[in-house]
């Protein structure tokens, strides 16, 4: 169904937009940080420009890979907008990943230039990259934020690299929008992180359609609590009161009362973010008697949507209309919500309404099925990303006509709402974080004891699905899950992927041809009321 309404392309950059604000209106506001930090237009461009400046001055030059590993913090700001100045593409990983991870980004992306923080909660980045850089012959300049004394010659601060650059203009680089500007890793069946490359205009245009869906103006502030490494953080965190007139309000880390507190201070109107973070919010404001008038609109997504809690946020939250969105990396943003006054049931029960998308529900064959009937669905818009960077990827990806293979399995109803019943891609959605499978199994499996190893999603009270993992054996002794956790952990797998559940197993179910069954599983973690907290 071809439910696209507006095909045209903003043709323009981060850069070129951020250097009009700065101009037209250079004391306005752009962004506001949870730590109280305010940065105005005329400071984000001056920033850019001094760090795009210091870029190219150690010699980076356009089309080159810049990493950048960093919470929500102000520097993640001028970082991206340098970024677009110097015609670099920018690479945006997520600060939970550890060196298996960010090892294969690094070498598969070739990044030149790489921004880590120095220690989150104890864990230090700087260490991490030390280990890995031997083999990464691609990484020639090392840069930390917050970097304290100790670091090495190897590493410089990021208040060198602005400093280095003085208070000129620097050379713009001159860019096609069609030209690929970001490149997001994400999760898939094969085991390491896919390679997602979107256009300046692909990007845009995931922005647009959530702007024009929801209305979104000068009266509005979006509370970003969402990476700004993930897609939804860094469209509609870092390039939002870019793009549009709303502006945005940054938070490093989620803390439900530090939440409640900057909505009501700021008046913040709306926010597009993962599951956990709306039923911790109801809860809060329901414990606290707050009803939030200022806010309006809360886009959830990322991890299953239970209908009770969009219904709940509406009874709650005085103004705010919680709404269901469905979409991914690959093709942000399929489906934007109902928000009309009479549609709370369609935003409860549904995953969304489709905008400017077409959408085809398919079965095995690839055959389309029509509407109100199960099948995988297959999207394909302006929105959607230009391919993988593998070449074997896109082929097994896409269709012949063009349309994205989602690996979703779900209905288009008569509505144009999509409704996801299952999911065919072997993938675990922790808090809005895709986890894969085959990684985490390719981890247990090297346990002496374990033959067969399956890793699935389990309910996650919070989170809305964790890792349970059964295992079959070679012999009678067992690993325990501290000895699971303690694999992962030895091979540097982020935290957020380790097992929280430990089965062990006769046999696995499969089918005829030998592959696990593993809706199957699932449904035994159902019916032993396994739930993860």
Not at 204 to 220: E, S
Not at 343 to 361: F, M, P, S
Request: overall charge negative; some cysteine.
């Amino acid at each position: 169904m071809n439910l696209i309404t507006d095909t045209s392309f903003r043709h323009t950059t981060l850069a070129t937009l951020a250097q009009e604000r700065a101009s037209s209106r250079p004391d306005d506001t752009a962004l506001l940080f949870d730590s109280g930090v305010r940065l105005s237009y005329a400071e984000a461009w001056h920033q850019a420009n001094q760090l795009a400046r210091g870029i190219q001055q150690l010699g980076v030059k356009p089309g080159a890979t810049l990493t950048f590993q960093l919470p929500n913090i102000p520097e993640s700001v001028p970082l991206a907008i340098a970024a677009s100045i110097c015609g670099l593409v920018i690479n945006p990983v997520v600060p939970i990943y550890r060196g298996k991870e960010l090892g294969f980004i690094l070498g598969d992306a070739k990044t030149e230039i790489l921004f880590i923080p120095h220690r989150i909660r104890g864990f230090d980045y700087v260490d991490m990259i030390r280990e890995l850089r031997s083999g990464l012959p691609h990484l020639r300049h090392v840069i930390c934020c917050g970097g304290e004394d100790d670091l090495s010659e190897d590493v410089l601060r990021f208040e060198d690299v602005m400093q280095s650059g003085g208070s000129g203009l620097a050379d713009i680089a001159s860019v096609d929008p069609d030209d690929t500007k970001v490149v997001l890793y994400t999760s898939g069946t094969t085991g390491n992180p896919k390679a997602v490359r979107h256009s300046h205009n692909t990007l845009a245009k995931a922005l647009d359609n959530g702007v024009i869906a929801w209305g979104l103006d000068d009266r509005d502030m979006m509370l970003m609590p969402s990476p700004v490494t993930h897609v939804t953080g860094y469209v509609n965190g870092i390039e939002l009161p870019f793009f549009t007139d709303t502006k945005v309000l940054l938070m490093e880390s989620w803390v439900v009362s530090r939440a409640v507190e900057l909505i009501e201070t700021h008046h913040a109107t709306t926010c597009v973010s993962a599951t956990p973070f709306l039923r911790e919010l109801v809860d809060a404001c329901r414990e606290q008697g707050k009803d939030l008038p200022s806010f309006r609109l809360f886009a959830c997504g990322g991890a299953a949507v239970p209908s009770a809690l969009i219904y709940e946020a509406s009874e709650v939250l005085a103004n705010c209309r919680a709404v269901r969105v469905y979409g991914s990396t690959e093709v942000p943003l399929v489906t934007v919500g109902f928000v009309a006054d009479n549609e709370t049931q369609l935003a409860a029960e549904t995953d969304g309404r489709v905008y400017n998308y077409e959408v085809k529900i398919c079965d095995d064959d690839g055959q389309d099925v029509g509407r109100n009937a199960d099948g995988e669905i297959w999207v394909r818009g302006p929105a959607m990303m230009q391919g993988y960077r593998d070449a074997e990827q896109n082929a097994a990806a896409f269709s012949e006509d063009g349309f994205f293979q989602t690996g979703d399995i779900g209905q288009l109803l008569d509505s144009d709402a999509i409704v996801i019943t299952d999911r065919k891609k072997d993938i675990i959605i922790r808090g809005g974080e895709n986890l894969s499978a085959r990684e985490i199994e390719e981890i247990v499996l090297l346990h002496p004891a374990v033959a067969e190893a399956a890793a699935v999603s389990a309910p996650h009270e919070r989170l809305g699905e964790g890792v349970a993992v059964f295992v079959t054996l070679y012999g009678d002794e067992a690993p325990t899950l501290a000895t699971l956790t303690a694999l992962c952990a030895e091979h540097q797998l982020a935290k957020q992927k380790w097992p929280q559940w430990l089965s062990v197993v006769a046999e696995m179910p499969k089918t005829p041809s030998g592959k696990i069954q593993k809706a199957a599983l699932r449904a035994q973690l159902k019916e032993q009321g396994v739930q993860l907290s």
